[in-house]
């Protein structure tokens, strides 16, 4: 378990020294939302039936954009051999990495929610289901992204590679995803698909750090 | 001292013994049949022209680059049995410096003692003469500091065996110099060295394993 | 000396689908003649959708090839992680592409049979839906394949995203069933699950066209897959003997 500390903590402090990179996940989070009333018009009742649906596409497109970042760096200046060659298992230390991405994009994404709901008119009955969603379904992007970043290392075009190779993967956290703050609106239980996030959630944690540590070892020959 | 050995190593032997060693890159083979045994204080230098290897050979003997054929063993037993335990017994440095430049000298070696268990980082920074720029961050370093940076890790954990790939490219005399005792302490203490370098170290102990010899192409001329 | 193929049993492979090929084509072309024949004349309308059901006859088989070579792409890629075994990589590479083209032709008769019945050329019907994810899947791993100046590391690499894609394609036809009863449900399926005997015949025949014509094309993509390789090898080892020629005098 130490591996998964020290890469966790090492990551935490890279992104720390360059806390753009992050702010810059947000910042496309919340402009690219804030297009959809030019796109769709103002309207609040518009808005307020398609909000939780734009909030995880958004939300989606912006995690996207950041899993360039999760392996790139570290394959690019020969840190991931050193990632590879640290005793311990890799797996585990795919783990600490996916873990430092989602606290450097998943949750600032999540803490920025608050404020789309109030640019996209969402009811307030279903804030809370929608966070509770996206604290259980961008750690799957996170865990999800890392194998297709970790596949697509060393690819041409690698960053639109990873998305054609993610996109479809996402699905089912994103039907869930908005499930659940629907059925808060219409007084139903959010709860069951909360649950269905959260088996995804132990189904991508078991995956996808095995299927992102054979790709990290394939990228690395 | 200089036998490269086409002889195949006694099992019982200590140290690391390669047996038939093949490499492909791409679909082009690299070199094949390639047998030596480096026992404890002694160096192996690897030589031969660009392409014939050398790096592809130091990848293989840390585990990272796969076995096309043949294997490799430690103190008799094949290391593929228990990767980890080989990862915990070798230090690596490879054509890239793996420095974060975001952070400073010392961090950047804390970062990576913290991974591999280790420490003793002011020590490892005055042995390669960095200990005046221990907290100088890595972006204002210059190409020759980098690498010597790079070279500190070996002595934050002791192991071993040390695979270096030109580990003095870009170093002046002095820092090679430097370089050069700290190779001889390590094989004084009954460490192991394999490295490529086309600057000659004149090492105690130390064996030549001229790659072209097993080029297949060079074999069929 | 490594044989640069492990690869003696890709002889035996090739006489072995030398032999069966041309069974392979004989069956494709007389069952797909009698598949057509019944499909198209000796089957009756149907009393709900009418002339267009016909279209069922190459939908519904071309629904479960595409599933069935995804499932098999992902035997051939555990195969070839597991024991690197060539064959399975070239089974593999092989028949990506006809698994895609038969994903496509799923989704482009199924959006013209919805023209007539539903009267738009798509909606967001359960099946479909999964079909046309399915899709993406496809083109990921076809993209990933190719996206790399070493084939053998595309193939790999693929061979992963394949088992990672095989996982998930329960999980996303689950989901998208449940978001389709979540939303309105089409009202008209096509291939319902109450089909009458005087279907069943083309549809069967249609089937086992589709498996013999699969099996054609794949024997053939895998013939290629492996000319092409010994070509590559026999190109690059030119290209070898070139580049050492000075250094051939030099004493070893």
Known sequence: MSIFFAVLRRDLMLALRSPAESLMTVGFFVIAATLVPFGVGPEPETLARIA?????VMALLA???????LFQADYEDGSLDLLLLSPGQTEIMVLGKVAAHWLTTGLPLIISVPLLAVFLHL???????????????????????AVGAALALGARRGGALTSLLVLPLFIPVLIFGVAAPEAAVADLAARPHLLILAGLFFGALVLSPWAAAAALRLAAE | MSAPGFAPPTTSSTGLAAEALACLRGERLVFERLSFSLAPGEALVLSGPNGSGKSSLLRQLAGLGPLHDGRLLWNGTPVDTDPEAHRARLAYVGHQDAVKSVLTARENLTAWASLGGGGGEDEALATMGLGALADVPARFLSAGQRRRLGLARLFLRPVPLWLLDEPTLGLDAAAQAGLKAALARHLE?????????HVPLSLA???ELDLARFSPVRAAA | MIDLATFANPARFSRIAGRVFPWAVGATAVLMAAGLYFALFASPPDYQQGESVRIMYVHVPAAWMALSSYTLLAVASAVALVWRHLLADVV???MAPIGACFTFLCLVTGSLWGKPMWGTFWVWDARLTSVLVLFFLYLGYLA??????DPARGLRASAILALVGFVNVPIIKFSVDWWNTLHQPASIKLGGPAIDASMLVPLILMTLAFEAYFVTVLLLRMRTELVRGKLRSARLRAAEADEYLPNIGKPA
């Not at chain 3, 990933?144 to 100046?149: H, K, M, R, S, V």
């Open chain 1, 123 to 145: 009811p307030l009955e279903a804030l809370p289901a929608l966070l509770a969603a996206m604290l259980l379904g961008t750690p799957v992007l996170s865990l999800l992204g």
């Open chain 2, 205 to 207: 102990r130390s064996q």
């Open chain 2, 189 to 197: 203490q009954r460490g192991m060295i394999a490295l490529a370098t």
């Open chain 1, 52 to 56: 939780a649906g734009l909030v995880w």
């Open chain 3, 92 to 94: 593999a590479r092989a």
């Open chain 3, 144 to 149: 990933l394949q190719n996206a790399f100046d």
């Open chain 1, 63 to 69: 995690a996207l954009l950041s899993l360039d970042r």
